[in-house]
Structures are given as C-alpha cells and as structure tokens.
C-alpha cells in the first residue's frame, strides 16, 4: 500500500522559509513524477513543482508563481521528497500537498495526472 506521509509546513512571516518533506512508503519513485501541489481556500489545486528522473538526469519544473524562490528535491536514499521555500509571501498561504504517479510518464503539474496523496499541510505566510 502506497503511503505518502507528509512533515514541514507553519506560519511564518513575509520573506521567511518553510521545508516540506514528503516520505513515501510501499512506492519506488524511479523514474515516475512527483510533485507538490496547493490549494487556498476558495481556489483550485495549483501545481508547484514537480520532479522526475530518467536515467541519470533529474529534471524539474515549477509553477511560475515560485519560479526562483522554491526547490524541489528528492532523496532517493531515503525515499522523500522535499520543497525547500523561500522568500514567502502571502500569497503563498494554502494547504500544501505532495502526489506522486502510478507509472513513468511525461511529467506535469496537472492535478489529473497524480495517483497517490499526502495528507496536505498548512503553510500560512502573513504579512
């Protein structure tokens, strides 16, 4: 059974830094994608960054709202997923949630395309 288990999240104030951790259990990322996404109240689930690998290559690609400021990463060793953010902004205050696919495929941040869920974890930035 595939777990996604969640950690990291908070308040903090406008231009401060948060880290979310992403352990996931009974899954073997490989070459599949992984990703954050994050919903405010009110809103759509809205891709941040996602992370997939094919052969020796690790690519990545990010929302352009955190282009610059936000870094996803992934520690095969350990199986987790990170999202090391900076620079916080307001803005940026939803609930957070990491997804990873059932299967290699071309890697995006559409919701649609993710099979398995974390639990989702608050990130409030106040001004």
């Known amino acids: 059974q595939v777990q996604l288990a969640q950690s990291g999240g908070g308040s903090v104030q406008a231009g401060g830094s948060l880290r979310l951790s992403c352990a996931a259990s009974g899954y073997a990322p490989g070459s599949k994608c992984m990703s954050w996404f994050r919903q405010a109240p009110g809103l759509e689930r809205e891709g941040v960054a996602a992370i997939w690998t094919r052969g020796s290559f690790t690519y990545t690609t990010y929302a352009d709202s955190v282009k610059g400021r936000f870094t996803i990463s992934r520690d095969n060793a350990k199986n987790t997923m990170y999202l090391e953010m900076n620079s916080l902004k307001p803005e940026d205050t939803a609930k957070y949630y990491c997804?990873?696919?059932?299967?290699?495929?071309?890697?995006?941040?559409?919701?649609?395309?993710?099979?398995?869920w974390g639990q989702g974890t608050q990130v409030t930035v106040s001004s």
């Open positions: 997804a990873a696919t059932i299967a290699t495929m071309t890697c995006s941040l559409a919701p649609d395309q993710y099979n398995y």
